[in-house]
Protein backbone atom coordinates (compact mmCIF):
# COMPACT_ATOMS: atom_id res chain seq x y z
CA UNK A 1 0.00 0.00 0.00
CA UNK A 2 2.68 2.22 1.04
CA UNK A 3 4.40 2.03 -2.48
CA UNK A 4 1.07 2.68 -4.26
CA UNK A 5 0.06 5.62 -2.11
CA UNK A 6 3.36 7.29 -2.52
CA UNK A 7 3.06 7.40 -6.29
CA UNK A 8 -0.54 8.08 -6.69
CA UNK A 9 0.28 11.30 -4.89
CA UNK A 10 3.35 11.96 -6.69
CA UNK A 11 1.76 11.16 -9.84
CA UNK A 12 -1.50 13.11 -8.85
CA UNK A 13 1.16 16.62 -7.81
CA UNK A 14 2.73 16.12 -11.45
CA UNK A 15 -0.31 16.00 -13.63
CA UNK A 16 -1.98 18.98 -11.31
CA UNK A 17 1.58 21.16 -12.16
CA UNK A 18 1.79 19.92 -15.63
CA UNK A 19 -2.05 21.08 -16.52
CA UNK A 20 -1.50 23.97 -14.29
CA UNK A 21 1.28 25.14 -16.32
CA UNK A 22 -0.64 24.55 -19.44
CA UNK A 23 -3.22 26.90 -18.30
CA UNK A 24 -1.16 29.49 -17.38
CA UNK A 25 0.68 30.01 -20.53
CA UNK A 26 -2.43 31.10 -21.64
CA UNK A 27 -2.25 34.32 -19.58
CA UNK A 28 1.75 34.37 -20.30
CA UNK A 29 2.60 33.35 -16.62
CA UNK A 30 4.38 30.26 -15.10
CA UNK A 31 3.40 28.37 -12.14
CA UNK A 32 6.85 29.32 -10.23
CA UNK A 33 5.51 33.01 -10.59
CA UNK A 34 1.87 32.16 -10.03
CA UNK A 35 3.43 30.18 -6.61
CA UNK A 36 5.47 33.65 -5.78
CA UNK A 37 2.60 36.21 -6.46
CA UNK A 38 0.14 33.85 -4.33
CA UNK A 39 2.28 33.18 -1.51
CA UNK A 40 3.57 37.03 -1.74
CA UNK A 41 -0.32 37.82 -1.53
CA UNK A 42 -0.34 36.31 1.60
CA UNK A 43 2.82 37.75 3.15
CA UNK A 44 2.76 41.30 2.04
CA UNK A 45 5.66 43.01 3.22
CA UNK A 46 7.70 39.99 3.88
CA UNK A 47 11.46 40.59 2.98
CA UNK A 48 12.76 38.06 0.50
CA UNK A 49 14.74 35.73 2.82
CA UNK A 50 11.55 35.04 4.12
CA UNK A 51 9.55 34.45 0.96
CA UNK A 52 12.32 32.31 0.20
CA UNK A 53 11.62 29.66 3.42
CA UNK A 54 7.93 29.77 2.73
CA UNK A 55 8.35 28.94 -1.38
CA UNK A 56 11.33 26.27 0.13
CA UNK A 57 13.67 27.85 -3.04
CA UNK A 58 17.30 28.96 -2.28
CA UNK A 59 17.31 32.89 -1.68
CA UNK A 60 19.07 33.20 -5.24
CA UNK A 61 16.83 31.58 -7.02
CA UNK A 62 13.90 33.84 -5.78
CA UNK A 63 15.51 36.69 -6.38
CA UNK A 64 15.82 36.48 -9.88
CA UNK A 65 12.31 35.50 -9.74
CA UNK A 66 11.32 38.51 -7.81
CA UNK A 67 13.62 40.34 -10.98
CA UNK A 68 11.85 39.66 -13.30
CA UNK A 69 8.53 40.04 -11.51
CA UNK A 70 9.70 43.40 -10.82
CA UNK A 71 10.56 44.06 -14.56
CA UNK A 72 7.26 43.28 -15.54
CA UNK A 73 5.92 45.79 -12.90
CA UNK A 74 4.47 42.86 -10.48
CA UNK A 75 6.19 43.26 -8.19
CA UNK A 76 7.83 46.11 -5.99
CA UNK A 77 10.76 46.41 -3.06
CA UNK A 78 10.86 48.95 -0.81
CA UNK A 79 13.09 49.64 1.78
CA UNK A 80 12.42 48.03 5.19
CA UNK A 81 11.88 50.65 7.30
CA UNK A 82 13.03 48.27 10.63
CA UNK A 83 16.70 47.07 8.56
CA UNK A 84 18.08 49.04 5.80
CA UNK A 85 19.67 46.14 4.51
CA UNK A 86 16.47 44.25 3.83
CA UNK A 87 13.73 44.97 1.04
CA UNK A 88 9.99 44.40 1.62
CA UNK A 89 8.07 43.17 -1.00
CA UNK A 90 4.57 43.90 -2.35
CA UNK A 91 2.33 43.60 -5.48
CA UNK A 92 1.72 46.33 -7.74
CA UNK A 93 -2.24 47.00 -8.64
CA UNK A 94 -0.90 45.05 -12.34
CA UNK A 95 -0.72 41.72 -10.49
CA UNK A 96 -4.46 41.57 -9.02
CA UNK A 97 -5.86 40.91 -12.45
CA UNK A 98 -3.18 38.24 -12.90
CA UNK A 99 -3.74 36.79 -9.79
CA UNK A 100 -7.08 36.71 -10.63
CA UNK A 101 -7.11 34.77 -13.96
CA UNK A 102 -4.27 32.27 -12.50
CA UNK A 103 -7.25 31.76 -9.68
CA UNK A 104 -9.71 31.49 -11.85
CA UNK A 105 -7.28 28.89 -14.08
CA UNK A 106 -6.71 27.06 -10.95
CA UNK A 107 -10.54 27.07 -9.80
CA UNK A 108 -11.22 25.32 -13.28
CA UNK A 109 -8.84 22.89 -12.89
CA UNK A 110 -9.75 21.30 -9.76
CA UNK A 111 -13.90 21.36 -10.97
CA UNK A 112 -12.59 19.37 -13.63
CA UNK A 113 -9.99 17.14 -11.62
CA UNK A 114 -12.80 16.07 -8.67
CA UNK A 115 -15.21 16.15 -11.47
CA UNK A 116 -17.72 13.00 -10.43
CA UNK A 117 -16.96 13.38 -6.36
CA UNK A 118 -19.53 14.54 -4.54
CA UNK A 119 -18.96 17.26 -1.68
CA UNK A 120 -19.46 14.67 0.71
CA UNK A 121 -16.42 12.74 -0.97
CA UNK A 122 -14.24 16.54 -1.92
CA UNK A 123 -14.56 16.90 1.86
CA UNK A 124 -13.32 13.53 3.43
CA UNK A 125 -10.68 14.08 0.60
CA UNK A 126 -9.22 17.05 2.20
CA UNK A 127 -9.63 16.18 5.70
CA UNK A 128 -7.51 13.29 4.62
CA UNK A 129 -4.97 14.94 2.89
CA UNK A 130 -4.60 17.46 5.89
CA UNK A 131 -4.47 14.89 8.42
CA UNK A 132 -1.75 12.91 6.27
CA UNK A 133 0.11 16.08 6.07
CA UNK A 134 -0.42 17.16 9.81
CA UNK A 135 1.43 13.51 11.03
CA UNK A 136 4.42 14.49 8.26
CA UNK A 137 4.49 17.57 9.76
CA UNK A 138 4.56 16.15 13.58
CA UNK A 139 7.38 13.27 12.38
CA UNK A 140 10.75 14.26 14.13
CA UNK A 141 13.47 15.11 11.70
CA UNK A 142 16.12 12.83 10.66
CA UNK A 143 18.59 15.09 12.60
CA UNK A 144 16.20 15.36 16.18
CA UNK A 145 16.68 11.17 15.60
CA UNK A 146 20.30 11.27 15.31
CA UNK A 147 20.49 13.57 18.22
CA UNK A 148 17.82 11.93 20.54
CA UNK A 149 20.15 8.45 19.26
CA UNK A 150 23.18 10.00 20.45
Known amino acids: ?50 LADLLEVEP ?16 ERRRDPADRRAWQLFLTDKSKPILDDLRALADDLFDQMLLGMDEQSRD ?3 SALDLIRANLIALPTSRTTEAANG
Open 1 to 50: MSDSLGFLISDVSRLMRRRFDERARQVGATRAQWRTLTTLSRNEGINQGA
Open 60 to 75: ITLCRMIDRLEESALV
Open 124 to 126: ALV
